[in-house]
């Protein structure tokens, strides 16, 4: 919206411009006022930014003191060289349309004003002339439709012009025709829950729609028979949804069983379990999306029965790459072999900074429960299972051999920097197979950003690949080091907003959080001085960074301080470091619970991807409950999950698979059923971007106009600014349900860890267990991690086996029993290895946790 102190003239009798022969500004209106039809131009005002507005590549939009406005190149020939637009405004034949907007021109032009057909032959209902002035005009034609096209598009043509010159406008307004089409979600009944269900010990809560204002009563029932009662909590109207809503805690219910229903104000929610183990599952599935997530190579059926595909970009026709790549014109004077990796998304784009957040959360997942074991070999059911590497870091390793194959080589121009992404030349269409996609590949330019994703996660996988594979391992190590230096060298080259053709841009100028956390991987791998001083000299290491809208490939400072607090290392200021996550945490803790959804997330418009902010968020309470051991932390993941899994406005789940009602329709160009039966939906356990404020797909637009926050979201293939998937939203799905699915409850004993000798290949340590119970333990193991490559080589007193970096300690027959009070002490002779050696924080005695 044009706010009115900038003193632009509005008064319509002196300004008013109309496609009259002859007329010229400032002549009276000889039209009678057109009737206050409907308002068909979405964001004619520029209150939620740019969206839907499109331009040509060779303009940017930007708002300027709340208009719309463009830098216009000069040097072009026809007008349509330069286009601004807006598609999808529905036009019905033989109605009268009024069309007005504002519009300045820097210095003064003549552009053009079409309403028109968006393909050829372009037909034009409107056309007209509009002499832009510095000062600015308001501009009003009217026009009769011929054609009912619900597809029309609405264009100022800007090009032609020897000079350059800027172009403003606001106030876009086409009204006439028919009201907009309302859609309506089928919401179900009133009573959100979670609908795959609620763990025996965490919370329950549910939501109720009511236009009540007084508690109401519930009924929770199973096989008929009521199991609890109770008052709802009355929260008023709730901003996300616009709903007035109610909220029911029955937490006091442990019972495990099948069929629980909820019954308030007249309604019964859909049916739910309480019962433990409901995240197992999740844990498998979210992390099997990333294998039919590959790029080069044949997604066998036989491993996932319907999702068999031939290898997509392997450099067999029609396909173009991704075996001998070029850059785009002009960047590089070399190809590389970019083969492999996951696809971002629905689209057949590799991008090195949702990639480089996507393997860092897997790898993470799997570092955190390391010593509980949870992720095995042969548990996601891939072509590596049975090579003695936990399927999820063979997993991950498919994606960090894309990254590492994205860098620089030696000898070339920003050698050590990585390229920001590959990706077509221009967008294709749905459905589309990868190996059909026959458009030209192509290498963007190096970015700050992408090189700094690289240093971080080959510093992360430098550890942990070390007890598996110590040659990979030490090439990460390599390659994140080069990288390191050539960011600090390159430390402002971002990636182009406008280079947005056939991928996303995933531009960001702001690389100072990924400094930070590349330092912070680079310092845990590494222990060395030059990245310690650099973590403790960051703004991002003592700042605020617990942003309501949570972490994403954009914002990476989380990482790395939460890297930091959760990894053991030497950190001076650790303890503060660990202090600024149940901070965090609180915060996250604090908006959802005083949202009636249970939402840890509660900005006024919702990102693009919401659900995975939601996410990250949750994250962030759980590495709180990891440090802490708060049960609180815990159950506020347990209660974002309500809300991922059905307890939110539109009363369903965003992963396809789980609950009644389900994301099934992810925009994809290969689980593309929505538009051909012939092909799968999305596997089990691929999560939906979910509601996106500024809907800026043609679907999101037609739909969802005027959406609040909650409902601006459609399971529809072609939505891909709401209903999107992709590697780097199922990553934290992923971290998540392993943490969920992974208890490991607090034990009755303590455990000192010391290392009394470190010599160049080799430490000595002394194990002491207690029992803080009451009760004997009779018969223990107990488990840690290494951080890196470090093996036991010699033992005493216990017995002692060791599987990747995690060594599990049993008991003799003569110290089998630790009385309470008691203690048993062992010892061995480790063998060095590269890094620091911290001792370890996690350990499990008789799988509880030991303080
Ligand atoms: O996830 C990205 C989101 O944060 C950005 O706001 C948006 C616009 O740049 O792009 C999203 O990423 C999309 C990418 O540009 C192209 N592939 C699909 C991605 C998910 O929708």
Same mark, same amino acid.
């Given at each position: 919206?044009?706010?009115?102190?900038?003193?632009?003239?509005?008064?319509?009798?002196?300004?008013?411009?109309?496609?009259?022969?002859?007329?010229?500004?400032?002549?009276?209106?000889?039209?009678?006022?057109?009737?206050?039809?409907?308002?068909?131009?979405?964001?004619?005002?520029?209150?939620?930014?740019?969206?839907?507005?499109?331009?040509?590549?060779?303009?940017?939009?930007?708002?300027?003191?709340?208009?719309?406005?463009?830098?216009?190149?000069?040097?072009?020939?026809?007008?349509?060289?330069?286009?601004?637009?807006?598609?999808?405004?529905?036009?019905?034949?033989?109605?009268?349309?009024?069309?007005?907007?504002?519009?300045?021109?820097?210095?003064?032009?003549?552009?053009?004003?079409?309403?028109?057909?968006?393909?050829?032959?372009?037909?034009?209902?409107?056309?007209?002339?509009? *002499?832009?002035?510095?000062?600015?005009?308001?501009?009003?034609?009217?026009?009769?439709?011929?054609?009912?096209?619900?597809?029309?598009?609405?264009?100022?043509?800007?090009?032609?012009?020897?000079?350059?010159?800027?172009?403003?406008?606001?106030?876009?307004?086409?009204?006439?025709?028919?009201?907009?089409?309302?859609?309506?979600?089928?919401?179900?009944?009133?009573?959100?829950?979670?609908?795959?269900?609620?763990?025996?010990?965490?919370?329950?809560?549910?939501?109720?729609?009511?236009?009540?204002?007084?508690?109401?009563?519930?009924?929770?029932?199973?096989?008929?028979?009521?199991?609890?009662?109770?008052?709802?909590?009355?929260?008023?109207?709730?901003?996300?949804?616009?709903?007035?809503?109610?909220?029911?805690?029955?937490?006091?219910?442990?019972?495990?069983?099948?069929?629980?229903?909820? *019954?308030?104000?007249?309604?019964?929610?859909?049916?739910?379990?309480?019962?433990?183990?409901?995240?197992?599952?999740?844990?498998?599935?979210?992390?099997?999306?990333?294998?039919?997530?590959?790029?080069?190579?044949?997604?066998?059926?036989?491993?996932?029965?319907?999702?068999?595909?031939?290898?997509?970009?392997?450099?067999?026709?029609?396909?173009?790459?991704?075996?001998?790549?070029?850059?785009?014109?002009?960047?590089?004077?070399?190809?590389?072999?970019?083969?492999?990796?996951?696809?971002?998304?629905?689209?057949?784009?590799?991008?090195?900074?949702?990639?480089?957040?996507?393997v860092h959360q897997?790898m993470a997942a799997f570092e955190r429960s390391k010593t509980d074991?949870?992720?095995?070999?042969?548990?996601?059911?891939?072509?590596?299972?049975?090579?003695?590497?936990p399927?999820?870091l063979?997993?991950a390793?498919?994606?960090q051999?894309?990254?590492?194959?994205?860098?620089?080589?030696?000898?070339?121009?920003?050698?050590?920097?990585?390229?920001?992404?590959?990706?077509?030349?221009?967008?294709?269409?749905?459905?589309?197979?990868?190996?059909?996609?026959?458009?030209?590949?192509?290498?963007?330019?190096?970015?700050?950003?992408?090189?700094l994703?690289l240093a971080a996660t080959a510093a992360q996988a430098s550890r942990l690949f070390t007890p598996y594979d110590a040659a990979f391992a030490a090439r990460n190590l390599k390659a994140a080091r080069e990288a390191w230096a050539?960011a600090k060298?390159?430390?402002? %080259?971002?990636?182009?907003?406008?280079?947005?053709?056939?991928?996303?841009?995933?531009?960001?100028?702001?690389?100072?959080?990924e400094f930070y956390w590349a330092a912070a991987e680079l310092y845990i791998a590494t222990g060395e001085k030059e990245f310690r001083d650099y973590v403790l000299a960051s703004?991002h290491h003592t700042?605020?960074?617990?942003?309501? %809208?949570?972490?994403?490939?954009?914002?990476t400072a989380q990482l790395g301080r939460l890297q930091l607090a959760s990894v053991p290392n030497a950190l001076p200021d650790r303890d503060r470091v660990r202090r600024s996550v149940?901070?965090?945490?609180?915060?996250?803790?604090?908006?959802?619970?005083?949202?009636?959804?249970?939402?840890?997330?509660?900005?006024?418009?919702?990102?693009?991807?919401?659900?995975?902010?939601?996410?990250?968020?949750?994250?962030?309470?759980?590495v709180?409950?990891d440090i802490?051991?708060?049960?609180?932390?815990?159950?506020?993941?347990?209660?974002?999950?309500?809300?991922?899994?059905?307890?939110?406005?539109?009363?369903?789940?965003?992963?396809?698979?789980?609950?009644?009602?389900?994301?099934?329709?992810?925009?994809?160009?290969?689980?593309?059923?929505?538009?051909?039966?012939?092909?799968?939906?999305?596997?089990?356990?691929?999560?939906?971007?979910?509601?996106?404020?500024?809907?800026?797909?043609?679907?999101?637009?037609?739909?969802?106009?005027?959406?609040?926050?909650?409902?601006?979201?459609?399971?529809?293939?072609?939505?891909?600014?709401?209903? *999107?998937?992709?590697?780097?939203?199922?990553?934290?799905?992923?971290?998540?349900?392993?943490?969920?699915?992974?208890?490991?409850?607090?034990?009755?004993?303590?455990v000192t860890y010391t290392t009394h000798g470190q010599w160049p290949n080799g430490f000595n340590t002394q194990v002491t267990?207690?029992?803080?119970?009451?009760?004997?333990?009779?018969?223990?193991?107990l488990k840690w991690s290494f951080l890196g490559g470090q093996k036991v080589r010699d033992h005493?007193?216990?017995?002692l086996?060791q599987s990747g970096a995690t060594v599990t300690a049993?008991?003799?027959?003569?110290?089998?029993?630790?009385?309470?009070?008691?203690?048993?002490?062992?010892g061995f002779i480790g063998a060095e290895a590269p890094g620091p050696n911290p001792t370890p924080e996690r350990f499990l005695?008789?799988?509880?946790?030991c303080?």
């Open positions: 919206m044009r706010p009115s102190l900038k003193g632009t003239p509005r008064d319509q009798t002196t300004c008013l411009a109309r496609p009259h022969p002859g007329r010229r500004p400032g002549d009276p209106d000889p039209l009678p006022a057109s009737a206050d039809g409907p308002e068909q131009i979405v964001n004619g005002t520029f209150d939620t930014g740019t969206a839907p507005w499109w331009s040509t590549g060779n303009t940017t939009l930007e708002i300027d003191g709340g208009r719309l406005c463009a830098d216009v190149p000069g040097g072009t020939v026809n007008p349509w060289d330069v286009i601004i637009g807006q598609d999808n405004v529905a036009l019905v034949k033989d109605e009268t349309y009024e069309y007005s907007f504002f519009g300045i021109a820097t210095p003064g032009r003549v552009a053009r004003a079409l309403v028109q057909l968006p393909v050829d032959p372009y037909t034009q209902f409107l056309s007209a002339n509009p *002499e832009l002035s510095v000062s600015g005009n308001d501009y009003s034609y009217t026009f009769t439709s011929p054609v009912d096209l619900p597809t029309g598009q609405v264009v100022f043509q800007l090009g032609g012009s020897a000079t350059p010159w800027r172009f403003c406008v606001d106030d876009v307004s086409l009204k006439g025709g028919a009201e907009p089409e309302v859609y309506r979600p089928d919401t179900g009944p009133r009573v959100r829950v979670n609908m795959v269900g609620y763990l025996p010990t965490g919370p329950k809560n549910a939501t109720v729609v009511t236009e009540e204002t007084e508690p109401v009563g519930w009924t929770l029932k199973r096989a008929g028979a009521t199991v609890a009662q109770g008052d709802t909590t009355p929260r008023g109207v709730d901003p996300s949804s616009r709903q007035n809503v109610h909220s029911i805690d029955f937490g006091r219910v442990t019972t495990p069983g099948t069929g629980y229903t909820l *019954e308030a104000d007249g309604e019964t929610s859909r049916p739910f379990d309480i019962g433990a183990n409901l995240y197992e599952e999740l844990r498998t599935d979210a992390l099997k999306f990333y294998y039919t997530q590959r790029s080069g190579t044949p997604i066998l059926d036989a491993l996932r029965p319907g999702y068999g595909r031939p290898a997509g970009h392997v450099g067999t026709a029609p396909n173009q790459g991704d075996v001998e790549v070029p850059c785009q014109p002009g960047v590089c004077d070399y190809t590389l072999n970019v083969k492999g990796g996951w696809y971002d998304a629905g689209d057949h784009g590799k991008y090195v900074v949702n990639g480089g957040i996507s897997l074991g949870t992720h095995k070999d042969g548990d996601l059911n891939i072509p590596e299972s049975g090579n003695g590497v399927d999820i063979d997993e390793r498919w994606e051999e894309f990254l590492l194959s994205m860098q620089v080589p030696d000898g070339k121009p920003y050698a050590g920097m990585a390229h920001h992404k590959i990706h077509d030349a221009a967008w294709t269409g749905l459905p589309l197979l990868p190996h059909l996609d026959p458009q030209r590949r192509e290498l963007h330019p190096v970015s700050t950003a992408a090189t994703n050539a060298a390159n430390p402002s %080259r971002y990636a182009d907003p406008a280079d947005g053709v056939g991928g996303g841009a995933y531009n960001d100028d702001n690389v100072t959080d703004p700042g605020d960074i617990w942003r309501e %809208r949570g972490f994403d490939w954009g914002n149940l901070e965090g945490a609180d915060r996250y803790l604090a908006v959802a619970r005083a949202h009636p959804y249970g939402l840890p997330y509660n900005p006024p418009d919702f990102d693009w991807g919401s659900n995975n902010l939601v996410l990250n968020n949750m994250v962030v309470m759980a709180a409950h802490s051991g708060e049960a609180e932390y815990r159950d506020g993941v347990l209660e974002g999950m309500d809300y991922i899994f059905g307890r939110n406005a539109l009363n369903q789940s965003y992963v396809t698979g789980y609950g009644e009602v389900a994301s099934k329709n992810q925009h994809s160009r290969w689980y593309a059923h929505q538009l051909d039966p012939a092909l799968p939906n999305p596997p089990r356990g691929t999560l939906s971007g979910g509601p996106n404020s500024s809907i800026q797909d043609p679907v999101a637009q037609a739909k969802l106009r005027g959406c609040a926050p909650q409902f601006c979201y459609i399971d529809d293939i072609e939505s891909w600014s709401t209903n *999107e998937l992709t590697i780097n939203w199922n990553s934290p799905l992923a971290w998540i349900s392993s943490f969920l699915a992974t208890p490991a409850p607090a034990g009755v004993c303590t267990v207690t029992n803080t119970g009451t009760k004997a333990i009779n018969g223990w193991t005493w007193s216990t017995d086996t049993a008991n003799l027959g003569w110290n089998k029993t630790i009385k309470p009070g008691g203690s048993i002490t062992f005695l008789n799988g509880t946790r303080r």
